[in-house]
């Protein structure tokens, strides 16, 4: 069965620092990775996906993600991190088989980013 | 340009009633999804239309709830004889095929059953 997690529940960092939200996942086959995030009372907002090509993947706001097949992680980055980034993070699975495109979620990872 | 629209954004029910939640997608959008998020948790996946038909309905937790897409565009989730386990947050999303296509999130319909 698929699956994703989302080992911590709450990331802490100082503005500024650099900051990492983990995620791993459990496909049967090879996998299309997402991330989400999501502010207080908003839907999900598209971050960045994996597809396929260079594991390392560039998404909106100076988020990145790299995809470590060996470690099946997809690991949300950002070198420098602000106040606003503050939010609920969100890491989506799809399986690249099958004719359906249903996103299997982790739990969520809330960061607190402090001043 | 326009994204996902959902109505209501708030519905408060009694339990055993009947209620309807409507998406509006991204036109031109071919896909479109249906998720529920409950308190605390990640979306869950309930049902996927590619155009007019539901090509995956395996999310769907029983058969008081049930979906419709007519004319490939707009999509209503009706729920019969609502349960106080109903209440949620119903996400919907949409995407332009169903393949590597970004879904894009509705801001969503929070349903409370008292």
């Known amino acids: 069965a698929q699956s994703v997690a989302q080992p911590e529940d709450q990331v802490n960092v100082a503005e500024g620092n650099p900051l990492t939200v983990k995620c791993t996942y459990s496909v049967s086959g090879n996998p299309y990775l997402f991330w989400y995030v999501q502010y207080p009372n908003r839907g999900l907002q598209f971050l960045l996906k994996?597809?396929?090509?260079?594991?390392l993947v560039k998404g909106s706001y100076g988020f990145e993600a790299e995809f470590n097949k060996s470690q099946t992680s997809f690991h949300l980055k950002k070198p420098s991190a602000l106040v606003s980034d503050s939010a609920l993070y969100f890491c989506a699975v799809r399986d690249r088989a099958g004719n359906t495109g249903k996103l299997i979620f982790g739990q969520g990872t809330t960061l607190q980013v402090k001043p | 340009g326009a994204g996902v629209s959902q109505t209501p954004s708030n519905k408060v029910t009694e339990k055993g009633k009947y209620v309807e939640l409507r998406c509006d997608p991204i036109?031109?959008?071919?896909?479109l999804y249906w998720y529920r998020q409950s308190l605390g948790q990640g979306p869950e996946f309930l049902i996927y239309?590619?155009?007019?038909?539901?090509?995956?309905d395996s999310g769907l937790p029983n058969d008081r709830f049930f979906a419709v897409r007519p004319e490939g565009s707009v999509s209503t989730l009706k729920i019969q004889r609502t349960e106080r386990g109903d209440s949620a947050v119903y996400l919907c999303?949409?995407?332009?095929?169903?393949?590597?296509?970004?879904?894009?999130f509705g801001p969503g319909t929070r349903l409370t059953v008292l």
């Open positions: 036109s031109g959008h071919t896909a």
């Open positions: 239309f590619q155009g007019t038909g539901a090509a995956d």
């Open positions: 994996y597809i396929t090509g260079d594991n």
């Open positions: 999303a949409s995407s332009l095929d169903y393949g590597t296509d970004t879904q894009y």
